[in-house]
């Protein structure tokens, strides 16, 4: 009872808890690139486990949502010349662009056909994204992107330290959070649970289930678009790469790891996934081996994930 | 005859060459509680989900209070006025019971408020209070719907029904797979429910709507083969021949 009860009080103030773990994360980690990406692909998932884990539709083109807001912050910066957070207000705006055009073609879909249509229409950016050469660099990316100081009324912060730059996309993923906190709080929050238990259900109570699922579609592209950014101004080049369709599997993965419908799942999934990677690659190059085993083992034991795992655990 | 609240004009269905109702004209007064009988197969799922919106009919129209709802897509029945339960157990399994009627209320006045918080909606968390009382399941109101028992969920399947407070309630075989047990608390609440507003029941176990329906409409072979009040459906040869000389099970 004491924890069951422990658990409902950390889920009332899951947001303050988790921008204290995000504060002292840097501090227990070796690396600190290594803390930075976790940031960023938890960021990631994060938007990618909204439209998963809370609404139940798997999405295999969450790289155009995320890549796009990487191009959109960089072409912001470089083609228009305008400052970096110029670049990362429109990269939120590109990523729910971008995916209010594909979800328009594809909420009509569902289960796998959802995961193709999406799978397929990433892919045609990706190959848009490789052919304008002029305008994005094609095969070699966007390159020159930088950022070196910010300046703040009163200090002037320095991204190229490390712990530093930790801190501010820290900052914008801690925005993120109590963002998606409201409105999985919201009554919006519900519907899409709603949708996600019974869609016949919820359409006989009244819900509209496809403009549920596109507002929710074109929600997540707003997160993943800023973690695009994010990831932008950390490399300072957008490789062609971040658009491809292995980016849109390593999400999936990510999210399953961690936790799908978990509020902090995504963090963990990114965490652990990128963790294996840094460490089974010191001792091997085929750490994708040891990666993709740490992957079945925790669809085939754990289907909650590492993070839902140790929830349900702490609720019994 | 009193006013009429639904009726059809000439409804067909067609399943590919399969022809599941055959231009079927038929009215429900309003107020009153209808059934809709006839044996297996006599197509009332098929009518049941032309009335209540969850396909189009292939020819005809259905009229709801003088208007053509005819091809209306379900998630506007709602607001229109009419709910449904379904034949098949449908509640929102992982949800608890209070958040499945709550979420139902909350259809009628937010569906994509994403900042305000939920918590700001208090009166639907007490109407949902005060509908799982109607039903009898306020206690479990903290279970996992799907944890319920069967009858409990189809219970609280009517409480959501009634969450748009309907002035038509259509109940798709709302005591099947019941025990004898939970069917009479089931037939209580569709009277109690019936005495406030119009319901239209479809039902295949007959001896069961007999005692509580105002009217019936017997189907066979997709065509309506006769209506009346109970004692008049007793009475009629045909109805006697192809559904009464059939045994129940």
Not at chain 1, 97 to 115: D, H, K, N, S
Not at chain 2, 5 to 34: D, M, N, Q, Y
Not at chain 2, 182 to 199: C, G, P
Not at chain 2, 213 to 229: Q, Y
Request: hydrophobic content about 50%; some cysteine.
């Amino acid at each position: 009872m004491l924890n069951a009860d422990f658990v409902a009080r950390c889920k009332r103030h899951r947001v303050v808890l988790a921008i204290a773990f995000l504060i002292i994360f840097p501090l227990l980690m070796p690396f600190k690139a290594i803390a930075v990406n976790i940031l960023i692909y938890g960021l990631y998932a994060l938007g990618f486990n909204m439209l998963f884990g809370t609404l139940g539709l798997l999405s295999f083109g969450h790289a155009a949502l995320f890549g796009g807001g990487a191009y959109a912050c960089g072409l912001v910066m470089l083609r228009l010349g305008l400052p970096w957070y110029v670049g990362v207000f429109g990269a939120v705006l590109a990523g729910m662009l971008i995916a209010a055009v594909i979800g328009a073609f594809a909420i009509r879909t569902r289960g796998i056909y959802f995961a193709m249509v999406t799978m397929a229409l990433a892919q045609c950016l990706y190959f848009l994204a490789d052919q304008a050469t002029e305008f994005t660099g094609g095969e070699n990316g966007l390159r020159g992107i930088e950022l070196k100081t910010i300046q703040l009324p009163a200090i002037t912060l320095n991204f190229v330290d490390p712990l530093t730059r930790y801190y501010v996309i820290a900052f914008f993923v801690a925005i993120a959070l109590i963002v998606l906190s409201r409105i999985l709080a919201s009554p919006f929050g519900a519907v899409m649970e709603a949708v996600r238990e019974n869609e016949a259900r919820a359409r006989a109570c009244g819900y509209d289930v496809r403009a549920t699922r596109y507002l929710a579609f074109v929600l997540s592209g707003g997160f993943c678009g800023l973690a695009g950014a994010m990831q932008a101004l950390h490399l300072s080049i957008v490789p062609l790469e971040t658009l491809a369709i292995t980016n849109s599997g390593l999400v999936v993965m990510m999210a399953l790891l961690g936790g799908m419908g978990t509020f902090f799942g995504p963090f963990v999934g990114a965490g652990v996934f990128l963790l294996l990677e840094n460490l089974v690659s010191l001792w091997t190059v085929h750490w994708q081996l040891f990666v993709g085993a740490a992957f079945v083992c925790c669809v085939l034991f754990f289907p909650r994930g590492i993070w839902g795992t140790i929830l349900l655990g702490r609720a019994r | 005859m009193s006013e009429v609240i639904l009726s059809t004009e000439a409804v067909s269905k067609s399943f590919g060459k399969f022809r599941a109702l055959a231009g079927i004209s038929a009215s429900f007064p309003s107020g009153k509680l209808t059934s809709i009988i006839g044996p297996n197969g006599a197509g009332k799922s098929t009518f049941f989900n032309l009335l209540s919106g969850a396909f189009p009919p292939s020819e005809g129209r259905v009229i709801f209070e003088g208007r053509d709802i005819t091809g209306t897509p379900q998630h506007h029945f709602a607001k229109l006025g009419i709910a449904k339960s379904f034949q098949i157990t449908n509640v929102f399994p992982q949800l608890p019971v209070h958040e499945n009627v709550r979420v139902a209320l909350q259809a009628l006045v937010s569906r994509y408020q994403i900042w305000s918080p939920r918590a700001n909606l208090p009166e639907l968390a007490e109407r949902a209070e005060a509908l799982l009382e109607i039903v009898g399941l306020q206690e479990h109101r903290h279970r996992a719907a799907g944890t319920l028992a069967h009858g409990q969920q189809r219970a609280l399947e009517i409480a959501m029904a009634l969450a748009a407070n309907p002035r038509l309630l259509l109940l798709d075989e709302p005591t099947a797979g019941m025990s004898p047990e939970e069917t009479r608390a089931m037939m209580d609440l569709i009277l109690k429910l019936a005495s406030e507003r119009t319901v239209i029941l479809v039902e295949h176990k007959m001896k069961l709507v007999m005692g509580i329906s105002d009217r019936l409409l017997v189907l066979h072979h997709g065509e309506l083969l006769a209506e009346g009040t109970p004692d008049e459906i007793r009475r009629n040869e045909t109805v006697k021949r192809v559904y009464l000389g059939q045994r129940e099970h």
